[in-house]
C-alpha cells in the first residue's frame, strides 16, 4: 500500500482522497484552509456530497485517512501527490493557475525522494510541462526525483463517490513506466474490476478531459436550441429527448433541456476550450457556439418569468427554488439561478430564495436576499416561482397547495419537473422549457 497526499481537499481532493485511503493507502489530504482542516479534524464534513460522510468515517477510524495544514508532514513522505487544487478562469477569461502554481511550488519545496506527481485538477493542455519546470526549480533536496503523471477526474458532483467507484474509464497521461506501474497499484481494486486504464502522454490526457467536458457542454446547448425551437413549434421535447435518447449513438444522457449548464467545470472548461483553439489557429466553432447558446438559454430564462409577470419585476417577490447548479450538491457555481436573482434584483424585483443545502453557499454571492428554510416558506406570498434546480422534493409538490401561498399562480419550471396538466387543471399561468404539450400521461 502506497502514501498518498492530496494537495486541495475540495469536491474533488476530498472525494478522490477519501476513496483512494478505501482502497487501503494512507491518504494525507492537505489544504492551505485551515477552517476546512479544521472542521474536517472535527468530524464535520464541509461540502454536501452524498455518501461522503459515512466512507471519511469509515477511513479516518481506521487510520487510513488524515487531514493537514502542514505541508511538510504532507508532501515529505508521499508516494505519489495528487494536484486537486482549484483551476478557475481569472479575469482575463483565461485558467487562473494560480492555485496550481503553489501546489507545484511547495511540492520543490518539500519532496525528499522519489515521488510520483499526478494532476487531477482539469489544467489547460500544455500545462504539465510549466509543472515539471516549477517543481525542478523550486526543488531543494538533491535526492528527490520525480515523475510526472496527468490523471484528469470524471467525476460529477452529486454521484462523486459512485462515479470514482465505479469510473467509465481512467486516464493516466506520462512516459514513465515506473509511474504508470505506480498509479496501477493506486488504483489496484478499481483495476481489478476491470475498468479499463488508458494510457496516454501528458498532453492526450490533458486533452480527453477538455474534449469530453466540451462535448457534454455542447450536447446541453444543443438540446436546448431544439427546445426552443419546439416552443415555437408547438413539439415536446420531453417525447424528443426520449426518442433521441434510445439511439444508441446518442444516449439519453446530458439531454434534458434546461436553464443553461452551470457548475465549476462546464463554463470554464468551455472557455479554456474554445481560448486554446483560437491560440492555435484552429477555431473550435461548435464548442464557441455552444458558449453562446448557454449564455443566452439563461437569459431567455429571466425573460420568460418576467414576461409572465407581466413585463416587470418592479416591487415583486419572486421566490427562487433551488440555488445549486445542479442537484444533490451545495455547489452554487455558474448556477444558472445567478443570473436569474442578479436580473431580477436590478430590474427592482425581491427575491425569496430556498434550496434543500445551497442557501449558505450561496449567502457568499448574495448576502442580502431573502433566504427561506422551505419551498412553502420562499412561496408565502410571493408573486411568482421560478423552479431552478430539479431537486427530488420539488418533483413532490402539490400544486393546489403551492397555488394557496402565493399571491398569484405563476411558475416558470426551468427543469420541466412538474406535470403540465395539473398546472392546467390548477389554473396555473406557467412556462418551461420546450415543454408546453399535455401528452403526459
Ligand atoms: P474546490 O474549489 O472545491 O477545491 C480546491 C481546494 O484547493 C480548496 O479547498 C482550496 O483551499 C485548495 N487549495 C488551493 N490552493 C492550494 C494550495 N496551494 N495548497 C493546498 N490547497 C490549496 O475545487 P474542485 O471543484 O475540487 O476542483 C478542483 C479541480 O478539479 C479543478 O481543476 C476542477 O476543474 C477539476 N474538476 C472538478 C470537478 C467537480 O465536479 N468539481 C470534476 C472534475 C474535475
Known amino acids: 500500500m502506497k502514501n ?19 482502497f487501503g493507502h494512507k491518504v494525507i489530504c492537505y489544504d492551505i484552509s485551515k477552517e476546512k482542516i479544521k472542521r474536517l479534524k472535527n468530524g464535520e464534513v464541509p461540502i454536501y456530497e452524498p455518501g461522503l460522510e459515512e466512507l471519511i468515517k469509515k477511513n479516518t477510524s481506521a487510520g487510513r485517512l488524515f487531514f ?7 508532501l515529505a513522505n508521499a508516494d505519489v501527490i495528487f494536484i486537486a487544487v482549484g483551476t478557475p478562469l481569472g479575469k482575463d477569461g483565461k485558467t487562473d493557475l494560480t492555485y496550481i502554481e503553489s501546489a507545484a511550488k511547495i511540492i520543490g519545496d518539500f519532496i525528499s525522494t522519489y515521488t510520483v506527481i499526478c494532476t487531477k485538477s482539469t489544467v489547460p493542455i500544455g500545462t504539465g510541462k510549466k509543472i515539471i519546470d516549477i517543481i525542478n526549480s523550486a526543488k531543494k533536496d538533491r535526492k528527490a526525483t520525480f515523475d510526472y503523471i496527468s490523471n484528469p477526474e470524471f ?42 486504464i488508458i494510457y496516454t502522454t501528458i498532453a492526450t490526457a490533458e486533452m480527453i478531459k477538455y474534449a469530453s467536458n466540451a462535448f457534454l457542454a455542447l450536447k446541453i ?32 444522457k446530458f439531454l434534458h433541456s434546461g436553464p443553461g449548464y452551470g457548475g465549476s467545470c462546464f463554463p470554464k472548461d468551455t472557455e479554456e476550450f474554445a481560448e486554446t483553439g483560437r491560440k492555435n489557429g484552429n477555431l473550435i466553432r461548435t464548442i464557441e457556439a455552444a458558449i453562446k447558446t448557454n449564455k443566452y438559454q439563461k437569459r431567455r430564462m429571466v425573460k420568460k418569468i418576467e414576461v409572465l409577470l407581466g413585463g416587470s419585476f418592479e416591487s415583486k417577490i419572486i421566490a427562487i427554488l433551488g ?82 401561498l402565493l399571491k398569484a399562480p405563476i411558475l416558470l419550471d426551468t427543469r420541466n419537473i412538474l406535470p403540465v396538466k395539473k398546472l392546467q387543471d390548477n389554473g396555473f399561468l406557467f412556462d418551461n422549457v420546450g415543454y408546453n404539450q399535455t401528452h403526459e400521461n
Open 4 to 22: 498518498v497526499t492530496f494537495i486541495g481537499t475540495g469536491y474533488v481532493g476530498l472525494v478522490s482522497g477519501t476513496a483512494i485511503s478505501d
Open 68 to 74: 493537514s495544514n502542514n505541508p511538510k508532514e504532507s
Open 155 to 196: 467525476l460529477r458532483e452529486g454521484s462523486a463517490i459512485k462515479d470514482f467507484l465505479w469510473p467509465d474509464r481512467i486516464v493516466i497521461g506520462g512516459n514513465s513506466q515506473v509511474a504508470f506501474d505506480i498509479m496501477k497499484e493506486i488504483y489496484g481494486p478499481l483495476f481489478k474490476n476491470k475498468h479499463e
Open 221 to 252: 446547448s444543443y438540446i436546448n436550441e431544439v427546445a426552443n425551437l419546439c416552443e415555437s413549434l408547438g413539439a415536446d421535447i420531453k417525447q424528443v429527448s426520449k426518442a433521441m435518447g434510445q439511439d444508441g449513438r446518442i444516449s439519453p
Open 323 to 404: 440555488l445549486a447548479f445542479k442537484s444533490n450538491t451545495d455547489d452554487v457555481r455558474e448556477s444558472a439561478s445567478i443570473e436569474m436573482i442578479e436580473s431580477i434584483l436590478e430590474k427592482g424585483g425581491y427575491v425569496n430564495a430556498f434550496d434543500p443545502v445551497a442557501n449558505d453557499s450561496m449567502k457568499n454571492i448574495f448576502p442580502d436576499i431573502f433566504y427561506k428554510n422551505s419551498w412553502e416558506e420562499a412561496c408565502k406570498d410571493a408573486d411568482g416561482v421560478v423552479i431552478m434546480t430539479e431537486w427530488n422534493e420539488f418533483r413532490g409538490i402539490s400544486l393546489k397547495y403551492l397555488k394557496s
